[in-house]
């Protein structure tokens, strides 16, 4: 779980090229939105790359969709939050390709973050692990969207602390876990 959470929130920051001298931190509550408004495409993409490999009754096959669906009825809600972390782990930098990401209306970058998201979680998903994933995605399930998005974020700032969470594109700050 805690590489698909750094795998749903990092993927983000994919227009960014710039290197920045300091890794930035999101607070919890930023990485709550990102990680909100992320997962209806993670779980996509989770869903496009795993059925195919699981038995007839999994979670995914049956019931993924389904909880995308319901996941996304927040994402607009979500989004200004998502926006602002987006743009933090990219960097006000003078990169091209960050600076034009963020001139997009926000309809056309929130199409294009949702695309590279399902797109690189449907692709980075090693098949054999679909069992424990689906296994997984059936245990959050029950839980509301929000309380999820927080549970990602939480657990990102617990990996970070323990030194293994290093997403290579933010961190959660200190203050705020």
Request: charged content about 15%; some cysteine; overall charge positive.
């Amino acid at each position: 779980m805690r590489k698909l959470a750094i795998t749903c929130t990092a993927i983000l920051a994919l227009g960014s090229g710039a290197a920045q001298a300091a890794q930035p931190c999101l607070t919890l509550v930023e990485a709550s939105a990102l990680a909100a408004y992320a997962l209806p495409s993670a779980i996509t993409g989770t869903t496009k790359r795993c059925a195919p490999t699981l038995a007839p009754g999994a979670f995914l096959r049956n019931g993924g969709a389904d909880l995308a669906n319901r996941y996304a009825a927040r994402k607009a809600a979500n989004w200004p939050g998502a926006k602002q972390a987006f743009i933090k782990i990219g960097g006000v930098s003078k990169d091209e390709g960050m600076a034009m990401l963020t001139a997009l209306p926000d309809p056309s970058l929130q199409q294009l973050l949702d695309t590279m998201i399902e797109g690189v979680v449907a692709q980075q998903i090693p098949t054999e692990r679909c069992g424990e994933i689906d296994r997984i995605v059936g245990l959050l399930a029950p839980l509301p969207p929000q309380n999820t998005a927080d549970l990602v974020a939480v657990m990102l700032g617990l990996a970070g602390k323990s030194g293994k969470g290093d997403s290579g594109k933010f961190s959660i700050c200190k203050s705020s876990t």
